[in-house]
């Protein structure tokens, strides 16, 4: 896979694929650590004089996080120098890229405005027919879509000579060093569709509902989240189809011995032998945590994807932030995956250094990990 330090960007128009997509509060764009990283290879591009042209992404279509890129911008500009153009592929945008000097940068507006985005199969497609012939590169920075075939990430390698943006680059080499055998992984959050790619034998700590979710399969009733977890839609299929083939699956799984619940509005742990009770699992307990650290403590290699518990609630943080300080002084490499766990790090107050890497890439990630190809990066060759 070719990377920048393998072409002469002076003078040339640069195509750059970023991945800017962030949490949305009553139709407000949240600041964000995908914002900040991608203003690096945007940098890096200005700085050696090219004519950087950014597309992006931002929510689904439908969803109320659906919204145009004008606010992205903005927050772009407190870490590089963007213009926003209210346009994709229509004369606005075309004029405006025609118009780029070196050293310039413009973002265009949200790609998945325009419905060709979602079909890269389609002959005569908008999107490429119109932005290919104006570049002279491709760039993909954006590892955290490169499970999507979608057209902003896979089609413009076959028009276009083209090559893995920085932060696509560093999470590539991070990642093959969580390769190894012995590798611990910690799978908690509410994606246990995700989650159970990863169930090869390996050693794993369950936490969060997706821990809840695994005792469930191994035929424990845990009274009130039993229920919770069957409504709670996590998964996409069939629930009592997914539990079924989840309990296949535990082998070398670590599961919690007791948990945190909301007792009166309060914290209180419970052990495992004293469900099923009538209460809302927060968090795990002190005899997990005990547990769970003392094989951490012994890990080679570390790959973490999301919280042990509801760290919405400082009382129910407990177990997340402890797992994260215990990771973060592991001598071997560690990952960190996910944006919940990219906002428990900095409100637990963890030095991020002490982390081997911080992936924002979410499904890209767990795919990458699980062996499964990702066509963004097929694209890249």
Request: aromatic share 8%; net charge positive; with cysteine.
């Amino acid at each position: 896979m070719k990377t920048l330090k393998d072409f002469v960007l002076k003078n040339k128009k640069v195509l750059l694929r970023s991945d800017i997509n962030s949490d949305v509060l009553d139709k407000k764009v949240l600041p964000s650590e995908r914002i900040k990283e991608a203003a690096e290879t945007i940098n890096y591009l200005i700085k050696n004089k090219a004519k950087v042209v950014v597309i992006a992404h931002q929510g689904n279509f439908g969803k109320e996080d659906f919204l145009s890129l004008k606010q992205h911008a903005k927050l772009l500009n407190k870490y590089t120098k963007i213009r926003f153009v209210d346009d994709i592929i229509g004369e606005k945008a075309v004029s405006s890229i025609n118009k780029l000097r070196s050293g310039e940068a413009i973002l265009l507006n949200n790609i998945r405005f325009i419905e060709d985005e979602m079909h890269p199969e389609k002959e005569n497609n908008a999107i490429t027919k119109t932005l290919s012939p104006l570049f002279d590169l491709y760039v993909n920075d954006a590892f955290s879509v490169c499970h999507r075939a979608q057209t902003s990430v896979v089609s413009f390698p076959k028009y276009l000579p083209s090559c893995a943006g920085l932060l696509l680059e560093k999470e590539i080499k991070s990642l093959e060093k969580i390769s190894i055998k012995d590798c611990l992984y910690i799978l908690g959050g509410a994606k246990p569709e995700e989650n159970i790619k990863l169930l090869r034998g390996k050693k794993v700590l369950a936490c969060g509902l997706f821990a809840q979710l695994c005792l469930v399969a191994d035929g424990k009733d845990l009274g009130y989240q039993n229920e919770f977890l069957k409504k709670a839609t996590l998964v996409k299929g069939n629930y009592y189809e997914f539990v079924k083939k989840l309990k296949t699956k535990l082998v070398n799984v670590e599961t919690p011995v007791d948990f945190a619940v909301s007792f009166n509005k309060k914290r209180k742990e419970f052990d495992l032998d004293e469900f099923p009770l009538n209460y809302e699992i927060e968090d795990i307990g002190k005899k997990t945590l005990e547990k769970y650290l003392k094989i951490i403590k012994k890990a080679p290699a570390i790959y973490m994807k999301g919280p042990a518990g509801n760290t919405s609630k400082k009382e129910y943080a407990k177990g997340t932030y402890e797992i994260l300080k215990a990771v973060s002084n592991c001598k071997g490499f560690t990952v960190i995956g996910g944006g919940h766990l990219s906002d428990a790090i900095k409100n637990s107050k963890i030095n991020t250094k002490k982390f081997g890497h911080i992936s924002l890439s979410g499904g890209a990630l767990l795919n990458y990990i699980a062996g499964e190809k990702l066509p963004g990066l097929e694209s890249l060759g």
